[in-house]
């Protein structure tokens, strides 16, 4: 056996491997199919249970594509001839001749709108800086400017759709750029177009909000804590001589007695502190009704957009009591620009505001001084900062961000309220839960019963030589998987496809090895001659046929979209796979076989 | 068990009445092509799709006076798997899902007592549709390139072409049975979707990867045979890798129907087209690019006599 020991471990490496990362897949099916057979508040204190174990598992699982579990494709189009419209001044009837005939170019061709708007203007003979910039610009700085807009843009309609979508609460969402000007965002579990028309059909709302007091922040919230406290212990009897003092209470204890608190710490700042594991239980908490009658009704509680990491390592989102109503709406905004302070090299944030806006604003901050004022972005607080002085004139500075990155996530809100990035919705796909589910059990169906008519048959046809391809077949499709899931691919119906596709070709190559193992034999040479003839002799053939296969996969995968590239992905895993384990792995078993027992060698 | 034992068949000298198979075929093809057309779906025709599902079956007659109430006269309406499940589509376009809203309402107005959940939707606008479509011809181009260039470096240049022209054969064939073929039964719903342009890639792959079995063998027997003359070497060489070919394509053309049959209606089409193509890429090896091969030698031999 020694001789063969490397190959042995290669193959049993291969195979824990796979089974390794297939794990989590397979631990996120027992428990969704657990908490399948709860319902309503038992599923719901399941899914509390075991939140870090779900986020875990979902995070290293094989995802399925929307096609296999349901959910919406939007794909969205920053439209950037408005934006352009939007951004001239001295608008004049030459200008609307020029953007109704951009406006036609676009939807012909494939050029950037701006580039499409610069070649119009130079053919009508007008100068860009008689719409943008100042008269003295030239052409090129007025085109780079417009170029840098309309990318800003992009990314403010990228911004904002993450916000919603984090505040929608869906599982595994996934929002990416394409080219110059489009955001896809996909969304599994989602069916319902009129949630998506929310996403993304509403205008963005910045608004400027006012924290309640840090006193009256503490009164609610010990009012909640004390309100779930006595609800808890009216079922679970407790005892009554409370003597024990506060600092030496166990976590459990303190959970018991503070139910609210133990999830959601109170700082000295008039917030709360939650960590990212339990933001989900606060906010259903905060939602029920009678919880919703214990807070004031001028008063709301709204999240951080992002999270902060803590000195435990963990992410923790901040709760902020606000005033329902807006002080002040973020179409006042004219501009707004991250930079680093000179004087003190720390990123700070300009913000100006129009004439209107300016007087409202200098009397809002002249009202608050030292008080922290919010800044809501469609329900989610991106900044509160504390007003150090009446701002008159409309200049305003934002400090107090950590890295200039920060700094820019905050310019492309203010800019939000500015200047809402027009998009259209080009492309939108849906597929409800129900065809999910079907198309699932009829693509594995296929696939069984596929593999198990490709199995007998090979068993029948070269009787051994079948027995080790089918265990060839069934590491193939561990590999294939296993690959899947390492790479975090997603499974897709035309995917399963390519499976079962790749499955037909690991088998050829076990039958263009076998028969001329046969053809090798029957020219009279031993079982180990032929053994060895055949396999070097079909190699060449293997190669050059995958290598084809291999090609199309690529270039399918470089052109296709959505359940197509899952197609090409599972074919490309599948080809690398089907060659190891049909070349490599069977070789491993015949080599022993006619070492130990000849007899059992049979090409039938 | 065997298939086949030891054969000498003479493969090439039937090929001129495959020829006129072949062109007989396509020409068929071209001429369902021209008339009928092929079928483009949703993906790149743009507009909107809805899938239906009703809770009792309804005839297809009623969905489409519904349509025609709500306005939709131009929609196609068909079933989707089974009788319950109504495919409606049209081309036109709205903005965000107002026609989705609108066939939507017209089929609640239309089946009061016969409640539906939409179990798929689907909105393409104009511009997406013509990318798609531009995407789809690229891909299926590059890699006919691709694979012709593979080959010829691997092989001889004249071999490279024998695969492409093979390739164009089979392309071209299974075009014109999808569109002979689509709607003849109602449930064969054989309409260009990004999938079929999945099938058409892999079915080139397929096809290829037999020719290239095949054209591996006549390069090995080229080697240890040099006195044979090329017809002998190229029978030789098929004759020798029949059993392969056919059990090869033979398990690959029951696993396409096993998902024919049971892979639900997304891939129908897909395994339709690929059964297809199956068949004609096992035949074209032969017939096709072994022969052209054969075609341009004896071409060569000819001119040096000449």
């Known amino acids: ?604 | 068990m065997r298939v086949f034992g030891k054969t000498t068949i003479d493969f090439l000298a039937y090929r001129k009445i495959f020829y006129f198979i072949s062109a007989a075929l396509i020409t068929a093809g071209i001429v369902s092509l021209v008339i009928k057309g092929l079928h483009f779906g949703i993906d790149f025709l743009g507009g909107t799709e809805l899938v239906v599902e009703f809770t009792r079956e309804v005839e297809i007659g009623e969905v489409r006076s519904a349509m025609d109430k709500a306005g939709f006269g131009d929609a196609e309406i068909k079933t989707f798997g089974s009788e319950r499940d109504i495919l409606i589509r049209t081309v036109k376009q709205g903005v965000g899902t107002t026609i989705g809203d609108q066939i939507r309402g017209g089929v609640a107005t239309h089946f009061k007592d016969n409640p539906f959940t939409v179990i798929k939707e689907d909105k393409i606008g104009p511009k997406i549709g013509a990318e798609l479509q531009r995407d789809a011809y690229l891909a299926v181009f590059f890699s006919l390139v691709a694979i012709c260039l593979y080959v010829a470096f691997r092989f001889k240049f004249i071999y490279g072409v024998g695969a492409l022209i093979a390739l164009f054969h089979d392309v071209l064939i299974t075009i014109g049975m999808v569109s002979i073929f689509d709607g003849l039964t109602p449930n064969l719903n054989l309409e260009i979707s990004q999938n079929m342009i999945a099938a058409f890639l892999t079915l080139v792959g397929l096809s290829v990867n037999d020719t290239v079995v095949i054209f591996d063998r006549i390069r090995e027997n080229q080697k240890i045979f040099r006195s044979m003359g090329l017809i002998e070497l190229i029978n030789k060489s098929l004759n020798e890798t029949l059993s392969r070919t056919i059990i090869t394509s033979g398990t690959i053309f029951m696993v396409l129907v096993v998902l024919f049959v049971f892979g639900g209606e997304v891939n129908s089409g897909f395994s339709f087209a690929l059964v297809v193509g199956i068949i004609t890429g096992t035949y074209s090896s032969i017939y096709i690019a072994s022969a052209t091969v054969v075609e341009w030698n004896e071409r060569k031999a000819r001119k040096k006599l000449a």
């Open chain 1, 1 to 604: 056996m020694r001789k063969y020991r490397f190959r042995i471990i290669v193959v049993a490496a291969s195979v824990l491997l796979s089974i390794w990362f297939l794990l989590p897949t397979y631990q996120d099916y027992e428990l969704s199919s657990q908490k399948k057979a709860l319902t309503g508040a038992d599923s719901i204190q399941f899914v509390e249970q075991h939140e870090k174990e779900i986020r875990e598992f979902r995070k290293k699982r094989i995802k399925l594509g929307l096609d296999l579990q349901g959910g919406m494709r939007v794909v969205l189009e920053v439209n950037v001839v408005s934006l352009i419209e939007k951004l001239a001044k001295n608008k004049d009837d030459a200008f609307a001749a020029i953007i109704k005939e951009v406006r036609q170019q676009v939807a012909r061709s494939d050029e950037s709108p701006v580039v499409l708007f610069r070649s119009e203007c130079e053919r009508r003979g007008v100068r860009l800086s008689r719409y943008y910039l100042n008269l003295r610009d030239t052409d090129d700085d007025v085109f780079r400017f417009l170029e840098d807009e309309a990318k800003k843009a992009v990314d403010r309609g990228m911004q904002i759709v993450r916000n919603r979508v984090d505040q929608y609460g869906v599982s595994e969402p996934s929002i990416q750029k394409l080219g110059g000007t489009r955001i896809i965002v996909e969304l599994p579990g989602v069916s319902n177009e009129r949630e998506v028309q929310d996403l993304v059909g509403k205008t963005a709302l910045l608004e400027f909000r006012l924290l309640k007091e840090p006193e009256v922040a503490a009164r609610v919230m010990e009012g909640i804590d004390k309100y779930l406290a006595a609800k808890d212990s009216t079922n679970t009897p407790k005892d009554t001589s409370d003597i024990t003092p506060e600092v030496e209470k166990t976590p459990e204890q303190f959970a018991k007695e503070h139910p609210f608190f133990a999830i959601a710490g109170f700082t000295q700042q008039g917030v709360a502190s939650v960590v990212e594991e339990n933001k989900d239980k606060v906010r259903r908490l905060l939602d029920r009704p009678d919880i919703q009658r214990l807070i004031p009704s001028d008063m709301e509680f709204l999240w951080s957009a992002k999270g902060q990491l803590g000195q435990d390592g963990k992410k923790y989102f901040t709760l902020y009591p606000a005033k329902k109503t807006a002080e002040l709406e973020g179409g006042v905004i004219t501009n707004a620009r991250a930079t680093i302070d000179p004087n003190y090299n720390q990123p700070i944030v300009t913000m100006e505001m129009n004439t209107e806006g300016s007087r409202e604003w200098s009397r809002i901050t002249g009202a608050n001084i030292n008080k922290r004022i919010a800044i809501v972005l469609d329900q989610s607080v991106f900044s509160a900062p504390v007003v150090r002085s009446k701002i008159t004139g409309g200049h305003s500075q934002i400090e107090g961000m950590e890295n200039l990155e920060e700094g820019k996530l905050l310019e492309i809100v203010l800019k939000a309220g500015a200047l809402p990035a027009p998009v259209d919705i080009i492309e939108q796909r849906s597929v409800g839960p129900s065809l999910g589910e079907d198309s699932i059990r009829k693509g594995l169906l296929s696939a069984g019963l596929a593999t198990l008519l490709t199995i007998l048959f090979m068993v029948i046809y070269y009787h051994t030589g079948g027995v080790v391809a089918d265990f060839a077949v069934v590491f193939c499709m561990l590999f294939i998987l296993g690959v899947l899931a390492y790479f975090g691919g997603t499974l897709t119906l035309p995917g399963i496809a390519g499976i079962i596709l790749t499955l037909a070709i690991a088998v050829d190559a076990n039958v263009l090895i076998y028969e001329r193992i046969r053809e090798e034999q029957e020219t009279g040479k031993t079982l180990r001659a032929a053994i060895d003839e055949g396999y070097s002799k079909a190699f060449s053939a293997i190669l050059d046929s995958n290598v084809t296969t291999f090609i199309t996969g690529l270039i399918l995968f470089q052109f296709g979209s959505g359940p197509v590239q899952g197609f090409a992905l599972t074919l490309i895993i599948g080809v690398a796979a089907s060659m190891f384990s049909a070349i490599y792995i069977t070789r491993i078993f015949f080599d022993i076989m006619t070492d130990k027992k000849q007899s059992l060698v049979n090409f039938g």
